[in-house]
């Protein structure tokens, strides 16, 4: 599976848009990109994933380049309780679901 | 819809100790995969169990097992502990086939070795 590499810190302001930033300048055609985020004390909760095309559900968009070198996953408004590691996982879609996570983003969402 | 859940919370255990940690899958789930969580640390596969049979594993020895039962719970068992073994120990179900990849994670197993 291709690595990935986040910054390991970011904050950002209650209300206003979280960016945060993925590279995976190795991955193949057929991996796709997996977000997750684990708040303090808790386990990870996955957030969404994607392939080629943009996409968006009720908690974040993520936006793919179109050479899918790197994505950016955006939580539109944020929230205190936004606050967490975020996780960018790049694996293939095959028979072993085993996901390998780095280290992730720490994201601090200031009032 | 039931969650994850796992059992106990925290435990502490001497070195060269046995323990073994319980999961409960989501309803309807019948993919189970550890994780360890070092401090610090992004998550790191252990294993995978599917219809009662390891489907894949880490980078992690022998002493490192588990189990699945028809019910589709889980447990792991650690033999031998080292201190290195302190850690949150993640269980994880997801249900084979389309959505595989949502994986739904329990609170953790918090492991002291001393």
């Known amino acids: 599976d291709a690595k990935t590499t986040q910054p390991p810190s970011m904050d950002c302001a209650e209300g206003r848009a979280a960016n945060l930033p993925c590279n995976h300048s190795?991955?193949?055609?057929?991996?796709?990109v997996y977000w997750y985020r684990q708040i303090h004390s808790q386990g990870p909760q996955y957030i969404i994933h994607?392939?080629?095309?943009?996409e968006t559900n009720e908690m974040a968009s993520l936006i793919i380049t179109e050479d899918r070198k790197s994505s950016t996953l955006i939580l539109p408004h944020a929230t205190l309780r936004d606050t967490a590691v975020y996780y960018c996982?790049?694996?293939?879609?095959?028979?072993?679901?085993?996901?390998?996570w780095g280290a992730g983003t720490k994201l601090i969402i200031k009032p | 819809e039931t969650g994850v859940t796992q059992s106990p919370t925290h435990l502490i255990k001497t070195r060269g100790q046995q323990v073994t940690l319980r999961c409960s899958s989501q309803?309807?789930?019948?993919?189970v995969s550890w994780y360890q969580q070092a401090l610090g640390q992004g998550p790191q596969f252990i294993f995978q169990?599917?219809?009662?049979?390891?489907?894949g594993r880490g980078n992690f020895p022998p002493r490192f097992s588990g189990l699945q039962f028809p019910n589709y719970s889980s447990e792991l068992n650690v033999n031998a502990l080292e201190l290195d073994d302190s850690a949150l120990y993640l269980c994880?179900?997801?249900?084979?086939?389309?959505?595989?990849?949502?994986?739904?994670f329990g609170p953790g197993t918090r492991l002291t070795v001393t």
């Open positions: 994880a179900s997801s249900l084979r086939g389309v959505k595989s990849y949502e994986q739904y």
């Open positions: 309803s309807g789930h019948n993919t």
């Open positions: 169990y599917y219809r009662e049979e390891e489907n």
């Open positions: 190795t991955i193949s055609g057929n991996e796709y």
């Open positions: 994607g392939l080629k095309n943009n």
């Open positions: 996982i790049v694996r293939a879609a095959g028979s072993n679901y085993q996901l390998i």
